[in-house]
């Protein structure tokens, strides 16, 4: 029963002010040169997961369509078709866990990806 009260007797914020509130911050930061950034977020699944962000924005390099999906069905298990491409932070992990199964579900994904693109004269895609 106390506990109901004590949420009763706290001072409420209407939302008008809480936007006022926030910008005035963002007016005093921008006047001070002060940069918004975001926190540095600290888990294993964050950090995973900007590494592969980080490898979406790499450069795309033109590899052989014919011998990537030759590459990939003998070696992909362990990564041998990213080896290929020079994605080698990639390759490592498909080689670090290639005893759980994850390089060969990842190579399905990879050959499911190439198959379907039109390569250029030459025969190569951009990868």
């Given at each position: 029963?106390?506990?109901?009260?004590?949420?009763?007797?706290?001072?409420?914020?209407?939302?008008?002010?809480?936007?006022?509130?926030?910008?005035?911050?963002?007016?005093?930061?921008?006047?001070?040169?002060?940069?918004?950034t975001p926190n540095q977020k600290k888990g294993?699944?964050?950090?995973?997961?900007?590494?592969?962000?980080?490898?979406?924005?790499?450069?795309?390099?033109?590899?052989?369509?014919?011998?990537?999906?030759?590459?990939?069905?003998?070696?992909?298990?362990?990564?041998?078709?990213?080896?290929?491409?020079?994605?080698?932070?990639?390759?490592?992990?498909?080689?670090?866990?290639?005893?759980?199964?994850?390089?060969?579900?990842?190579?399905i994904i990879d050959l499911m990806i190439v198959?379907?693109?039109?390569?250029?004269?030459?025969?190569?895609?951009?990868?």
């Open positions: 029963m106390a506990a109901k009260r004590k949420t009763r007797d706290k001072e409420e914020i209407r939302i008008e002010e809480f936007i006022a509130a926030e910008e005035e911050l963002d007016s005093l930061k921008k006047q001070y040169g002060i940069e918004d294993f699944i964050h950090r995973v997961a900007s590494f592969f962000e980080r490898q979406s924005d790499r450069e795309k390099v033109a590899v052989n369509k014919k011998k990537y999906i030759i590459i990939a069905l003998l070696t992909g298990w362990f990564g041998g078709h990213r080896f290929y491409v020079k994605h080698y932070k990639v390759a490592f992990l498909y080689l670090l866990f290639f005893w759980i199964g994850l390089g060969l579900y990842n190579t198959i379907p693109m039109q390569p250029d004269e030459n025969g190569n895609v951009l990868l």
